[in-house]
């Protein structure tokens, strides 16, 4: 593929030491780097401490496990959690704390005298449990050709421009990659070595202009449970942001409503032999009840854009009691509302066919779209399109078809869009991401932090108007 590919194996150990290091172009490396697509930056600044903390990061396995109840769900994300804490006392940031439930916070001092909104950046340490992230082997390919990417320890996984397009856009960007039997990791490995970025940058220069900014970095994200019930309080902040978010520009302020739907049904057992007249199938009837569900509308697999669906994504049972476990997405509550009353009757309607089983729909909540908080103030999203206009980016803002971390605290009160990090392919072997893009993330945050430390402190996001009036 002609590219210089790197094994990723240096032990250097950035930061801290060394403030600013790395912000000059002095890499010999550099020099010949192709040149840049219009409107990109030009400078390296950041460029090998984002390599260099993603290369290290990602080896650390961090896998969550939705079984366990504890949290964090497994013991070794500390191995991340621990490292964090130890590298933000190293480069000077303050009260730098891990929580009884595994999230680490920190804090950096504000430059600026005036009372501002205190702006915090979280991501999340944990990797997806749906592909291995034991043994992660980094691989750095700087000034990428164009061409296909294979992968040494499994030939087979090949990352090609033409199956990725948005690959195709990132010639000459240095692109990591796992090795081809695991996932990289980016998620959010990624957002973490921004984040850590942006603060040793900051805490390096203090002439930069922000208020306080917190950090918070999270465990089991991938399992729905990364925001704990105390992490609001604990972060302390008027407004977040995850970074957490794929292409470059992307400022996602939009997300599904969701609530969760278990139906049990009970029948009526008895031996098969004498079973005339008496015996009720619960599995019969289950299967009825998905058979008169919509197939061709209301599914995941028939849906996209702002479409939601009714999805069934588990079923157990006997002939005498089964268990159908939905999920049900909406961008609107009240067309997710009309998802759960349209399975609620199918429920009914059947049960009125037959007294003798009983059969029960329990819906409950699990998140609500961020933008029903976020429109009655949206600065913390105007901000954020104009950090990245600045620096000739387009935000792009696409509304995701799920939740993430920042639809829970927006609703918890903590309005928090998710920004991107340059994260592709997520999740599996063909996972790969732009050093390049992440330099722009961590140049959106610090231009964040500026923006923020120009807002009046007296008017926060996230507090209910107190009924004064400007004007
Ligand atoms: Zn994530």
């Not at 994504?313 to 349209?342: C, N, P, W």
């Not at 059947?350 to 998140?367: G, V």
């Not at 078809?401 to 605290?409: A, Q, V």
């Not at 007296?458 to 009924?467: F, I, K, L």
Request: aromatic share 4%; with cysteine.
């Amino acid at each position: 593929m002609g590219t210089t590919t790197e094994t990723g194996q240096s032990t250097r150990t950035y930061p801290g030491s060394s403030p600013g290091a790395g912000e000059t172009s002095t890499d010999p490396e550099h020099r010949n780097a192709p040149a840049r697509a219009a409107g990109q930056v030009t400078s390296h600044a950041f460029d090998r401490e984002l390599e260099e903390r993603l290369v290290r990061y990602a080896r650390i396995d961090t896998q969550s496990d939705e079984k366990p109840t504890t949290s964090p769900s497994t013991q070794k994300q500390f191995d991340l959690l621990n490292l964090l804490v130890e590298e933000l006392k190293s480069i000077g940031a303050a009260e730098v704390k891990l929580t009884d439930y595994g999230a680490v916070l920190a804090t950096i001092p504000p430059t600026v005298k005036a009372d501002v909104p205190r702006v915090a950046l979280l991501a999340h340490v944990d990797t997806a449990p749906a592909y291995s992230g034991t043994g992660v082997k980094p691989i750095v390919h700087r000034g990428y050709d164009g061409g296909d990417i294979v992968l040494p320890d499994g030939p087979n996984v090949v990352i090609s421009p033409a199956a990725f397009p948005y690959l195709a856009s990132k010639r000459g960007d240095d692109i990591v990659t796992a090795s081809g039997t695991t996932l990289l990791g980016t998620d959010d490995k990624a957002g973490v070595a921004i984040i850590m970025t942006v603060v040793r940058h900051l805490l390096a220069h203090p002439e930069l202009q922000h208020g306080t900014i917190r950090i918070g970095f999270t465990p089991d994200e991938e399992i729905g449970r990364g925001v704990h019930r105390n992490l609001p309080a604990d972060l302390n902040a008027d407004v977040a942001y995850t970074l957490d978010g794929a292409e470059l520009g992307e400022v996602v302020f939009e997300t599904f409503s969701a609530d969760k739907a278990e139906v049990h049904v009970e029948g009526v057992s008895t031996h098969p032999g004498q079973a005339k007249d008496k015996l009720v199938n619960a599995l019969h009837l289950a299967a009825k009840i998905i058979d008169t569900l919509p197939h061709v509308t209301l599914t995941p697999e028939t849906t996209d854009g702002r479409q939601g669906f009714i999805h069934l994504y588990q079923m157990s049972g006997t002939a005498a009691a089964a268990d159908l476990h939905f999920i049900l997405r909406d961008f609107e509550v009240d067309a997710l509302g009309k998802h759960g009353e349209l399975l609620k009757r199918v429920c009914e309607t059947l049960q009125a066919t037959e007294r003798r089983a009983r059969i029960t729909c329990n819906i409950t909540p699990q998140y609500r779209n961020m933008r029903y908080w976020l429109e009655k103030d949206m600065r913390p999203v105007e901000l954020a399109r104009q950090a990245c206009r600045e620096l000739g980016i387009e935000p792009v803002e696409t509304p995701i078809r799920g939740g993430t971390d920042g639809s829970r605290l927006t609703e918890m009160g903590v309005p928090t869009p998710n920004l991107f990090t340059g994260m592709q392919n997520i999740h599996g072997p063909h996972e790969w991401i732009s050093i390049q893009d992440m330099r722009r993330s961590v140049q959106v945050c610090i231009a964040l932090a500026r923006l923020w430390s120009a807002e009046p402190g007296d008017a926060r996001p996230g507090v209910e108007s107190d009924g004064r009036s400007a004007d």
